[in-house]
């Protein structure tokens, strides 16, 4: 199973970025995905997940109302819409498929991180 984030890039505060998570070697209309995050000198912390059937997202509080989880299983891949960006966003991003969404890192398998830097 491999996953492919990308989309990352430098934006400026209350901006907007879409990143993309490619999911291939899974059937992917069973597959949860969540996305996490990781800044310099801290732990990765829980961004968002979608359900498999994309009934269900949840997001950490930080980015609630700020931060949209979709998924297209035609194209197998799950976006993170990020608008009003700020500064302490400014992260590797990394996308992780598992059966069911967590807040944990208990995930079967995770891509390989696409950065976002916002400057103030």
């Known amino acids: 199973v491999q996953l492919q984030a990308s989309g990352g890039g430098l934006v400026q505060a209350g901006g907007s970025l879409s990143l993309s998570c490619a999911v291939s070697?899974?059937?992917?209309?069973?597959?949860?995905v969540g996305w996490f995050r990781q800044a310099p000198g801290k732990e990765r912390e829980f961004v968002g997940g979608?359900?498999?059937?994309?009934?269900?997202?949840y997001y950490a509080e930080s980015v609630k109302g700020r931060f949209t989880i979709s998924r297209d299983n035609v194209k197998n891949t799950v976006y993170l819409q990020m608008n009003s960006l700020k500064p302490e966003d400014t992260a590797v991003y990394y996308c992780a498929a598992g059966t069911v969404v967590t807040t944990g890192t208990s995930y079967d398998y995770w891509g390989q991180g696409t950065l976002v830097t916002v400057s103030s």
């Open positions: 979608i359900t498999w059937s994309g009934g269900g997202t």
């Open positions: 070697g899974r059937t992917f209309s069973s597959t949860a």
